[in-house]
């Protein structure tokens, strides 16, 4: 434990300094959405929003910070090397538990508003690219930690846990979409029947209809 406190005792100010940011910045996003979206789920998406956005700060602050004097970095690419370090007689298993959980809050949040990540296996996939480029990333700045593949595996496991412990309440805080409005009927007319006024002259009617229309004048 004390080693752990004395790698990463820089994320208690970093922490105390976000936190008052974050509950400033809740309500003044409600604020802005409670009009479009009410009150309740202004205020449920701007928590879930706010807190996406200060767990992606301090992690990415915990991933870049320098570890100790070293100024240079490890690179394991071996599977399964620098996990059976972590939990032999000398190693720590608060690495692996820090691994596991770093990104699992993320994974557990992300898929409420992001609906395209709404699927374990495509969150997995690319919760394992961001996980890829934070070690590439701890591996170039040379911040004096190992970068391993064991470190990948276990951050996407972390978050595909955090995904599937919140999968029921994905769809919580989405909108009601409203049915498509019913078009109105109208009555159109195909075409229109011509009408004509036809006369027959006196003399024609007389001579050839005046039979027909009275058969006793025949």
Same mark, same amino acid.
């Given at each position: 434990?004390?080693?752990?406190?004395?790698?990463?005792?820089?994320?208690?100010? +970093?922490?105390?300094?976000?936190?008052?940011?974050?509950?400033?910045?809740?309500?003044? +996003?409600?604020?802005?959405?409670?009009?479009?979206?009410?009150?309740?789920?202004?205020?449920?998406?701007?928590?879930?929003?706010?807190?996406?956005?200060?767990? $992606?700060?301090?992690?990415?602050?915990?991933?870049?910070?320098?570890?100790?004097?070293?100024?240079?970095?490890?690179?394991?690419?071996?599977?399964?090397?620098?996990?059976?370090?972590?939990?032999?007689?000398?190693?720590?298993?608060?690495?692996?538990?820090?691994?596991?959980?770093?990104?699992?809050?993320?994974?557990?949040?992300?898929?409420?508003?992001?609906?395209?990540?709404?699927?374990? &296996?495509?969150? !997995?996939?690319? !919760?394992?690219? &961001?996980?890829?480029?934070?070690? &590439?990333?701890?591996?170039?700045?040379?911040?004096?930690?190992?970068?391993?593949?064991?470190?990948?595996?276990?951050?996407?496991? $972390? !978050?595909?846990?955090?995904? &599937?412990?919140?999968?029921?309440?994905?769809?919580?805080?989405?909108? #009601?979409?409203?049915?498509?409005?019913? #078009?109105?009927?109208?009555?159109?007319?195909?075409?229109?029947?011509?009408?004509?006024? +036809?006369?027959?002259?006196?003399?024609?009617?007389?001579?050839?209809? !005046?039979?027909? $229309?009275?058969?006793?004048?025949?």
């Amino acid at each position: 434990m004390g080693a752990l406190l004395r790698a990463f005792w820089g994320m208690i100010p +970093l922490t105390a300094i976000a936190l008052p940011y974050a509950l400033i910045s809740w309500p003044l +996003l409600t604020a802005r959405r409670r009009r479009r979206t009410g009150i309740r789920h202004a205020s449920q998406t701007a928590a879930v929003d706010v807190s996406i956005v200060t767990l $992606g700060v301090l992690v990415g602050f915990l991933v870049l910070m320098p570890v100790g004097d070293a100024d240079t970095s490890t690179l394991d690419l071996i599977p399964g090397a620098d996990l059976s370090d972590a939990l032999s007689d000398d190693g720590s298993l608060w690495q692996v538990i820090g691994n596991l959980l770093m990104l699992c809050p993320l994974g557990a949040l992300l898929p409420i508003r992001v609906r395209r990540l709404r699927s374990l &296996a495509r969150l !997995a996939l690319t !919760a394992m690219t &961001a996980s890829v480029l934070v070690e &590439a990333m701890q591996f170039v700045i040379h911040s004096g930690r190992v970068s391993s593949t064991d470190d990948v595996l276990l951050n996407t496991l $972390g !978050a595909t846990i955090g995904a &599937a412990l919140t999968r029921r309440g994905w769809r919580r805080f989405d909108l #009601p979409t409203a049915p498509p409005p019913i #078009p109105r009927q109208v009555r159109r007319t195909v075409c229109e029947a011509p009408t004509l006024r +036809l006369r027959v002259p006196r003399s024609v009617w007389d001579t050839r209809y !005046a039979g027909v $229309g009275h058969p006793e004048r025949r």
